[in-house]
């Protein structure tokens, strides 16, 4: 695995520069005037009436918003004062979040107190949150990377999967891209987020739950028996290749949903190979591709990497990637009001199967 550069912020963070051959950061000193790291941690309280973790995290209140492009904190900064990445030109960036949701994951141990204890349950916001710069061009999108830049950022997201997942009271590490204002993004440059959670997310359990529940029942992986009846129907198949197929699920709960799954099972990206990692980024290539083709407007969404230990609570999961957008028309968004917000009820205005001819029909 590629090792990258590692520099220090100005206020003791750590940055990691991750270089296509040929090319050389060169990053000079962080110089800008940096208050120290605040003390202030975000909090996990417990929530009885529905067993879940919940993050406090009012240090993000002050987090960057929205600056003009010539401000922005994710740009090269060459001389050292006014970039979160303090150098010229850069390929792909890791830094840890200036404004963290979650944070001290390091060489310390943590545990969970007992959730069903007396009273109100709460912890210290034990985790770890970075930020991933895709690009040093501040107009770029993912759709857009050249093969080598995205295969780029997949090594470093399976590089700080492979560190995080090392680290004392991590139980669940999560890649994800938030883009378009329409999902609530802050800052326009192209990057995502990694966050090292210290309990297994909600979705992730209950997935984890039916997955158990499936192999008592059928002796068989649930992630695969899905991949294999989508194959088998066929209608909601929009990209394959020889080892990674995109589709349409049947339930889809979002306007444009699309998961892509490896055709090998894989807990998590680092147990894919070489060539598994260049099947998957041709296929997220080409999905993405489709979503900014879907209309006259690049389409907005949230890309989210499912990823898994391997361990006797986790064994059950596979990698895969769930992508999805609010936008139902070219004019129309999907809101979660009631139904979906307050009972996770969710109504999906479109079939699935017309969802997938349509992304179908864009293709390159």
Known sequence: MTEPLRRTLADGRDELFFT?????????????????????????????????????????????????????????????????????????????????????????????????????????????????????????????????????????????TADMMNRPGIAQVFCFENRGEEIGVTLTHPHGQIYGYPYVTPRSAIMLREAEAYRARHGDNLFRAILDRELTDGARIIARNELFTAFVPFAARWPVEVHIYPNRFAHNLVDLDDGELDAFVEVYLDVLGRFDRLYPTPLPYISALHQYRDDDEQREGCFHVELMSVRRSATKLKFLAGSESAMDAFISDVTPESVAARLREVAQ
């Open 20 to 160: 296509l051959p040929g090319h050389d950061p060169a990053p000079v000193p962080d110089r800008r005037p940096l208050p120290a790291r605040s003390n202030q941690r975000s909090q996990l309280r417990f929530d009885s009436q529905t067993g879940q973790w919940v993050i406090i995290a009012a240090l993000r209140q002050d987090r960057t918003y929205k600056p003009p492009p010539d401000e922005c904190p994710l740009c090269p900064g060459p001389s050292g004062l006014t970039s979160e990445i303090p150098a010229a030109d850069y390929d792909v960036v890791v830094f840890e979040n200036r404004f963290p949701s979650l944070s001290g994951a390091g060489e310390e141990s943590f545990a969970l107190p007992d959730a069903y204890a007396d009273g109100f349950t709460a912890a210290p916001g034990h985790g770890r949150c970075e930020v991933i710069c895709f690009s040093s061009d501040h107009a770029a999108s993912f759709a857009e990377l050249p093969h080598a830049q995205a295969r780029l950022v997949v090594t470093a997201w399976r590089h700080r």
